[in-house]
């Protein structure tokens, strides 16, 4: 290989890691700015959206991917049936949470008034520069032996 060759060949791969560590330090500095708050007001929102029937702003909440698997009339007809009972009676408690990139986790706890917790675990997508709501899974402490943990708020 020519001595120009060699030069051309260095200084693509030094731009190319170059590149990367650059990409690297600015998501880092991206996730550190994410707050809690910015999390929480996203599931507040959806969940005051739901409670108010106010299907399509709920749905906005919604990931691009949820969106696209399912259609708002399901959606709406899977609050009705999953959240409605929790949501309406009593108040909402926010525990853990966790990011690592464009994905987050948040634990939210449903309090009824008799004082039964129910706690759900939130998962969000940085999409379109806002966070939306990319999945929702229940949990039942009693099945797996786990205390419930979290903080007030």
């Known amino acids: 290989m020519i001595p120009r060759g060699k030069i051309t060949l260095v200084l ?4 190319v890691c ?28 959806q969940l005051a ?6 299907f399509p702003s709920a749905y906005r909440q919604a990931s691009a991917t949820v969106q696209q698997r399912v259609p708002l009339d399901r959606f709406a ?10 949501a309406k009676n009593g108040r909402v408690e926010f525990g853990p949470w966790q990011h690592r990139g464009r994905h987050a986790m948040v634990e939210v706890f449903f309090i009824g008034r008799d004082g039964k917790v129910t706690p759900c675990l939130y998962s969000l997508i940085w999409e379109d520069e806002v966070w939306k ?9 009693s099945q797996t032996g786990q205390k419930m943990r979290g903080l007030r708020c």
């Open 12 to 15: 693509f791969s030094f731009s």
């Open 77 to 86: 007809q899977m609050i009705r049936n999953d959240f409605a009972r929790v």
């Open 133 to 141: 709501i990319d999945g929702t899974r229940w949990i039942n402490p």
């Open 18 to 45: 170059a590149t990367a560590a650059l990409v690297h330090y600015f998501d880092g500095l991206r996730s550190e700015q994410i707050k809690p708050a910015d999390l929480f007001a996203v599931v507040s929102q």
């Open 49 to 54: 959206a739901c409670c108010s029937e106010d």
